[in-house]
């Protein structure tokens, strides 16, 4: 395995993350959807390593972008994780994490995360392809 215990667990992961941290059902589903892509499904070493292949300059842009810090009392309140403290080398080898910062980076840059699954294809397409600053720019 690439990052999770099994696919039924990281699907379950995708939601948790998506409906209990950030509230959003869409999320959970966009954030499968990427896991799916990135790693089919921890199945396959993705690019980056981790579940959703977060590279070392695609973090310090996250890091770097004024929207991505504003979950961070969000993401503390119901994880207990500060955003500020994670640090780069753990988002490969912890599936929670990888999908946090990746669901805050996807709300940090669209008002509301689709629900159609085209739409989201194409947000995730944009974000991966294109590792703009913000994906409105791209």
């Known amino acids: 395995m690439h990052g999770s215990l099994s696919p039924d667990i990281l699907k379950t992961q995708c939601h948790a993350v998506g409906k209990n941290v950030f509230g959003s059902k869409a999320l959970g ?19 980056h390593g981790g579940v959703c292949s977060v590279s070392y300059s695609l973090w310090m842009q996250m890091q770097r972008h004024h929207q991505f810090s504003r979950f961070s009392k969000r993401i ?6 500060a955003l500020e403290r994670i640090q780069f080398q753990s988002l490969p ?9 990746a669901a805050a980076w996807f709300m940090a840059n669209v ?6 699954s085209d739409r989201q294809a194409q947000l995730i397409s944009r974000y991966w392809e294109n590792y703009s600053p913000s994906i409105h720019a791209a």
């Open 93 to 101: 080898t912890c599936p929670e994490l990888s999908l946090i910062v």
């Open 111 to 116: 008002d509301v995360i689709p629900r159609c």
């Open 76 to 81: 503390f309140k119901e994880t207990g994780l």
């Open 29 to 47: 589903r966009l954030l499968w959807e990427l896991v799916l892509k990135q790693s089919n499904a921890g199945q396959s070493k993705s690019k």
